[in-house]
């Protein structure tokens, strides 16, 4: 029940995080009708996030109440042209192509586009994101781009079941966004966990999670 899923949630998630900064909840909303994204937002969902351009310009209509728009999955560059001034946080940019693609695109239209630079914690050959070792370097090209503002950091989670590992590749991410966020007053954002991982997340200092399954239960891919 999507309205229960919500209101539990929302009641699970603490008011803020060990550093004082209060939790965004965005509601991962890919192959889910609008019927659903639109009574999670009438049970209290604020910020959505989709992971496809095509799904995002079908339903972008057809939802109700103003949500804030995050966009969460991998992005091409030749489909940015569509999401331009439609959504509120980039969360996966994580190529420089991308974002100059985005700033381009950006300043064409007379805006400034909110963008996280997500990064491949775990290295996984499967994610993409900037390697760990190159996300400060890959920072300063992108600072440099006049149309985009670097609001902070996101990051996925490998899947596995070590716990120790998981925390601490998460409290990497929080020393790497701690250490860009000393000399960047835009940043605001560490987007990091899911519905599996949510919680560990939160612990090591996320202030920003992407959860659909434990707000619409398993996603049906056929
Ligand atoms: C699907 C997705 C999520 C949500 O995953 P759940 O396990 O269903 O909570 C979060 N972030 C990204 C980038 C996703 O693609």
């Known amino acids: 029940m999507i309205e229960t899923n ?3 949630l929302i009641s699970e998630i603490p008011e803020s995080n060990a550093f004082g900064e209060k ?4 509601a991962a909303v890919k192959l889910q009708p609008p019927e659903n994204i639109n009574r ?10 989709d992971n496809h351009v095509q799904e995002f310009r079908d339903k972008y209509a ?6 804030r728009r995050h966009f969460i999955g991998h992005l091409q560059t030749n489909k940015v042209k569509y999401l331009i001034g439609k959504v509120d946080l980039y969360h996966s940019v994580d190529r420089e192509n991308l974002a100059a693609e985005l700033s381009t695109r950006s300043a064409a239209a007379g805006i400034v586009s909110d963008i996280l630079l997500q990064i491949n914690i775990g290295e996984e050959a499967s994610k993409g994101g900037f390697l760990y ?16 503002k ?8 490998p899947l596995s079941d070590d716990e120790s590992a998981l925390k601490a590749l998460a409290a990497r991410m929080r020393t790497l966004y701690d250490k860009l966020k000393a000399g960047d007053g835009n940043f605001e954002y560490l987007s990091m966990g899911m ?11 996320s202030n920003m ?12 891919y056929n």
Not at 133 to 148: F, M, S
Not at 195 to 205: E, I, K
Request: hydrophobic share 45%; net charge positive.
């Open 23 to 26: 939790i965004t909840l965005v």
């Open 150 to 157: 670097i609001r902070g950091l996101m990051a996925m989670l």
């Open 195 to 205: 519905s599996g991982d949510w919680r560990l997340c939160v612990d090591a200092g």
């Open 62 to 67: 057809m939802i109700a109440g103003n949500p």
């Open 6 to 8: 919500v209101k539990n």
């Open 40 to 49: 999670a937002i009438a049970a209290g969902i604020t910020d959505i996030g």
């Open 209 to 220: 999670i992407r959860t659909g399954t434990n707000i619409f239960g398993k996603r049906n």
């Open 133 to 148: 070792g190159e996300a400060e370097n890959a920072y300063k090209a992108i600072k440099k781009l006049p149309a985009l």
